[in-house]
Nanobody
């Protein structure tokens, strides 16, 4: 079992920054990969970024490359999503998710455990 709790969302102006955090508990943290997904109103949940068990392998969706950075601290059981140069189209509920594998994945169906989500709103 893995429990995930996101935090750090909020309201920010376009061009601003936010850092999302995902606190994990339960299974040994360094044994699984983590992904960030988001869901905007009326849209399907979409992949944002993923990081492998060690933090040395990451992958991003094209729309956030160069603006978002995913990282993890295995000593603290934390994953972060640093979001810079935010745009109104980044507005969504952001979720972190855990898959019971060491390697990354882009498909939400590969993730077993999900947090409750944190709202990010970017005003123009």
């Amino acid at each position: 079992q893995v429990q995930l709790v996101e935090s750090g969302g909020g309201l920010v102006q376009a061009g601003g920054s936010l850092r999302l955090s995902c606190a994990a508990s339960g299974r040994t943290f360094s044994t699984y990969a983590i992904g960030w997904f988001r869901q905007a109103p009326g849209k399907e949940r979409e992949f944002v970024a993923t990081i492998n068990w060690s933090g040395r392998s990451t992958y991003y969706t094209d729309s956030v490359k160069g603006r978002f950075t995913i990282s993890r601290d295995n000593a603290q059981n934390m994953v972060y999503l640093q979001m810079n140069s935010l745009k109104p189209e980044d507005t969504a509920v952001y979720y972190c998710a855990a898959r019971l594998e060491l390697t990354t994945a882009l498909d939400a169906r590969d993730y077993v455990y999900w947090g409750q989500g944190t709202q990010v709103t970017v005003s123009s």
